[in-house]
């Protein structure tokens, strides 16, 4: 260090507080600063943190435009697996690492779309409105609103994605569904089968799933993978539950399939936009749950994410590489700052 303080700003968070962190940061003699920038413009950002030496970042956007201002950062982190809010050719072109928070939320995130698709195959947000309005006559309540569903036993489910989270998918999958078909180029077909699940192709798991669940992160591959096209081909009747990013879904795309009848229902933890605006038509199918981006959440995973941040940022004061690099080449780079730590 060069004699000034090493500075850690927060852009925006997702905790209730920062308390914790701010007494840790004090015991370590980091300047901790913290803002409230989600929604906030490139400059907005910059002025908040162009001193920073490490950037903490929840949903604000880091652009090009705003690492281009960060001229003291030498590390950048991700709060959480996803970082599609953060341009990382940018920063490896201005030599800075970036890093993520991976797996904090793995089951978190798989029990998530597991209830999604559970309570969209037995039909559980008609039920509750049926059961609210009794007919009074019969058995007070009509059923035929409801009826016919298949149950879970006879049902194929599909996963896209079989990383951590869509491996914990999996194993509850199992236990209640006919079978798992499974589309993931990172495994083999023996991986996949070691699991316990079916290796398909992408077609071959449009086509054939009852319930599809979508388990990958939003890459130039993935972003707007469900559109017309691949709803169209899509099982007549399926779910679709998304639990990773709305990126991934064209929504007015799905909004059609839905409204068509050509899907059965879906299951959204992340839309596009986010939040959707009110009364969008999304909100007015009775066949689909939208719940708010909190696949990720539960006490103990945002316990163990904390305290893995203060870790990266107090290595990073030590001169010492974070848990999970995003951008480690740019360790070899001329236009590294790290080595100016």
Excluded at 73 to 90: K, P, S, T, W
């Amino acid at each position: 260090m060069d004699g000034n303080p090493f500075v850690c700003v927060t852009t925006d968070a997702v905790e209730p507080d920062l308390n914790w962190e701010q007494e840790h940061y004090a015991e370590a003699g980091v300047d901790y600063r913290i803002h409230t920038l989600r929604q906030a413009s490139p400059q907005a950002i910059i002025k908040a943190a162009s001193m920073a030496h490490v950037l903490v970042v929840d949903q604000a956007k880091i652009t090009s435009e705003v690492i281009q201002g960060l001229t003291q950062c030498r590390l950048i982190i991700r709060h959480g697996d996803g970082f599609d809010n953060l341009d990382v050719e940018a920063a490896r072109r201005h030599g800075i690492l970036c890093a993520n928070e991976p797996g904090f939320w793995s089951k978190e995130a798989a029990e998530q779309a597991f209830a999604l698709g559970m309570a969209l195959a037995l039909r559980l947000p008609l039920q509750e409105k049926v059961a609210r309005r009794p007919t009074g006559t019969g058995s007070g309540w009509n059923l035929q609103h409801i009826m016919p569903y298949s149950g879970l036993a006879s049902q194929t489910v599909g996963l896209l994605g079989c990383g951590k989270i869509g491996q914990h998918a999996l194993s509850l999958y199992k236990a209640v569904a006919h079978r798992v078909l499974v589309h993931d180029p990172g495994l083999t077909p023996g991986e996949i089968q070691a699991l316990g699940a079916t290796p398909v192709s992408f077609d071959q798991l449009l086509i054939q799933s009852d319930i599809l669940s979508i388990h990958v992160p939003a890459t130039q591959g993935t972003i707007g993978l469900f559109n017309a096209q691949t709803l169209g081909h899509m099982k007549k009747g399926a779910i679709l539950i998304n639990t990773a990013r709305g990126s991934i879904v064209d929504t007015e795309a799905l909004v059609h399939a839905l409204e068509s009848g050509h899907l059965g229902g879906a299951g959204l933890d992340s839309t596009l936009p986010e939040p959707l605006p009110e009364n969008h038509r999304l909100f007015h199918c009775s066949n689909v749950i939208i719940t708010p981006h909190m696949a990720w959440y539960s006490e103990d995973a945002l316990a163990r994410i904390r305290k893995q941040i203060v870790t990266d940022v107090l290595a990073c004061k030590r001169g010492e590489l974070p848990a999970h690099p995003l951008n480690p080449d740019v360790l070899e780079t001329p236009q590294s700052r790290w080595k100016k730590a």
